[in-house]
């Protein structure tokens, strides 16, 4: 350290010295103020748009991406103020530190690449609000509702309760349930001797599989009974299956139906079966 001092003395006079740290410290005060005025009009930004914004998914993408901006600005400001230090203050030549400092972020970047990929993909979420906090949604095939979004990764409480966490560059299709659950359509073929009110035992039934399984998100709505041709009459049923139990209602619920129906005394007439499809989306407005 003495040396060091030493040296430094013998190549600049001490009034040299203390001109080039007053320089130095004149630079760090500019910045750090420039730095506080910045994030300061960043803040009141993202306070006056998430006052006008009534929507809470909107508010949370605009504080996300104040947030991410003012995180950039504080390290452009740290590297700006380095720079001047290093060029002006102490003389030295800029041009190899940025060009090794390219090289080390080239490294760092092949490095880096799922986590890029990650940072870039979770931006363009919170951006184009694909989910937000709250949503039920499937992500890459697992069903649950929004925990948290963030830049690198999104937190998933899937049906069970358990936790799951998927690097937003990972995502491959989310489907967001806008509306919080699926729409089947049940149709039920009745016999000519069926029930007197096919409506209300079908949903008794319904009402036991739900008791036992917890699959509805709604109670059925149980449309009218319509004669065929074929055979007597058809019954349809709109069930409203929460996100992530659609597969127990597919390979459960039908098996059960005709099974009660026959215990109760209505077995489906010979050669038909419990049909269950995917509501067809309504036609665009």
């Given at each position: ?81 380095a720079l001047m230090i290093l060029?002006?203050q102490l003389g ?194």
């Amino acid at each position: 350290m003495e040396r060091l001092l030493h040296s430094l003395a013998a190549k600049y006079p001490l009034e040299e010295l203390v001109k080039r740290g007053v320089g130095i410290a004149f630079i760090i005060i500019v910045s750090w103020l420039a730095y506080v005025l910045l994030r300061r009009a960043l803040m009141g930004a993202m306070h006056a748009a998430s006052g006008r914004v009534e929507d809470p998914s909107r508010r949370q993408r605009i504080t996300t991406l104040i947030l991410l901006f003012g995180s950039i600005l504080k390290y452009a400001v740290i590297f700006v103020a380095a720079l001047m230090i290093l060029r002006d203050q102490l003389g030295l030549n800029t041009t190899p530190i940025l060009a090794g400092a390219g090289v080390i972020g080239l490294a760092v970047g092949f490095g880096a690449q799922n986590l890029v990929r990650d940072v870039v993909s979770g931006f363009f979420i919170i951006m184009e609000g694909q989910y937000s906090v709250g949503d039920l949604v499937e992500i890459n095939g697992v069903f649950g509702r929004v925990e948290e979004v963030g830049l690198r990764m999104t937190k998933l409480k899937d049906a069970s309760g358990e936790i799951r966490y998927f690097p937003n560059g990972s995502i491959a299709a989310a489907n967001n349930y806008v509306e919080n659950h699926i729409s089947y359509v049940l149709t039920v073929p009745l016999a000519q001797a069926g029930p007197a009110d096919p409506a209300a035992l079908t949903r008794d039934i319904l009402t036991d599989f739900d008791r036992e399984f917890a699959v509805f998100a709604l109670p059925p709505l149980a449309g009218r009974v319509e004669d065929l041709s074929t055979y007597a009459r058809i019954l349809r049923t709109e069930i409203r299956v929460v996100p992530g139990r659609q597969p127990i209602v597919e390979q459960k619920l039908p098996g059960r139906l005709a099974a009660a129906l026959e215990r109760a005394g209505h077995p489906l007439p010979a050669g038909t079966d419990i049909g269950l499809a995917l509501r067809p989306l309504p036609p665009a407005a």
